[in-house]
């Protein structure tokens, strides 16, 4: 027996993706094909972006695990100064402006992976609430719940210029509904495509959509048709994601608009360890497109909290 196989069994014991692979991969799976999916041989030297995309491909294979998608946090102090009283359904009761934002991010697996590791098909979904908690006058109520259900083909290209490298191309369909009827119901479908680039600490991705056309609506209280067909004048078609980790710190900058309008939103966080797996986090908000129902509201948030899953 090779040093390489007594090298990959003794790992095996301590790699939960090792031992997947050699129980239940297939016959013909190479030993390279083992250590590059189960990153083996990890340079020192590897992004960040890299980093989280290896311990996600490692614990893909996991029964009982589900990834994370975009970030996971609860903000239990969050404040808006310019709430959005318009689509308010609790009245003479004012609304709050503290409140407690959550969000719940996560995907799983669907397919085999394909190209040699490479790409593969995800689900995710992605839960994002605005919780009325303070507001005892109004019982509390969640103001606004945004889903958004995605299928995703995920591709690592492995293509490197310099000291940038190719993280990601992705390919996605993409469904987001607040949930509600009638004249609060807002929702839209989109294709989307992305892609990722690192440095080191820096990983700047990219995300452009095409908006699926809707029937316009006969009446406001038509059930069917398009519930905002001025969406894109808000929240654009695209959105720009720039990244830093250091010493477990993570800074990001998501930027969304219209360039014809004029009119979009900007989201930074910032978060630190803590302990265990909890990290405290600050995000602030500011501009059009927070939620679905203040997509055509400008809103000036900060917010103060505790984060699960980081960007990285």
């Not at 014991?13 to 990890?42: F, K, M, W």
């Not at 503290?98 to 995710?124: I, N």
């Not at 479908?189 to 316009?216: C, M, Y």
């Not at 406001?220 to 695209?238: S, Y």
Request: glycine share 8%.
């Amino acid at each position: 027996m090779s040093l390489t196989t007594w090298m990959l069994l003794a790992a095996a014991s301590a790699n939960p993706c090792v031992e997947e692979q050699l129980r239940h991969g297939a016959e013909d799976t190479t030993l390279g094909q083992i250590r590059a999916h189960c990153n083996l041989e990890a340079d020192d030297d590897d992004s960040a972006a890299s980093e989280r995309i290896d311990a996600e491909m490692a614990a893909a294979e996991e029964r009982f695990v589900l990834n994370a998608h975009h970030n996971n946090y609860i903000l239990p102090a969050s404040y808006n100064r310019r709430p959005n009283e318009a689509g308010w359904e609790y009245a003479p009761e004012a609304m709050d402006n503290w409140e407690v934002k959550f969000q719940l991010s996560v995907k799983v697996p669907v397919t085999p992976e394909w190209f040699s590791g490479q790409g593969r098909f995800y689900v995710a979904y992605t839960n994002q609430s605005w919780w009325q908690a303070y507001n005892k006058d109004a019982s509390a109520p969640f103001r606004e719940t945004n889903h958004m259900p995605e299928l995703i083909y995920f591709h690592r290209p492995n293509w490197q210029w310099g000291e940038w490298k190719v993280e990601a191309l992705s390919l996605a369909f993409n469904h987001q509904s607040n949930g509600q009827s009638g004249t609060q119901s807002r929702s839209w479908n989109r294709i989307i495509g992305g892609g990722a680039v690192s440095n080191g600490a820096w990983t700047f991705g990219a995300q452009a959509w095409h908006r699926l056309k809707e029937d316009p609506k006969s009446s406001p209280d038509d059930p069917r048709g398009d519930d905002n067909p001025d969406i894109t004048d808000f929240m654009g078609h695209g959105e720009l994601l720039m990244l830093y980790k250091r010493d477990e710190r993570n800074l990001s900058l998501r930027l969304r608009g219209n360039l014809a309008t004029g009119k979009g939103g900007v989201e930074a966080g910032w978060s630190l360890p803590l302990f265990a797996k909890l990290r405290g986090y600050v995000q602030i908000y500011y501009g059009y497109g927070e939620s679905l129902i203040d997509y055509n509201v400008k809103s000036e948030r900060v917010s103060l909290g505790f984060e699960f899953t980081p960007w990285l």
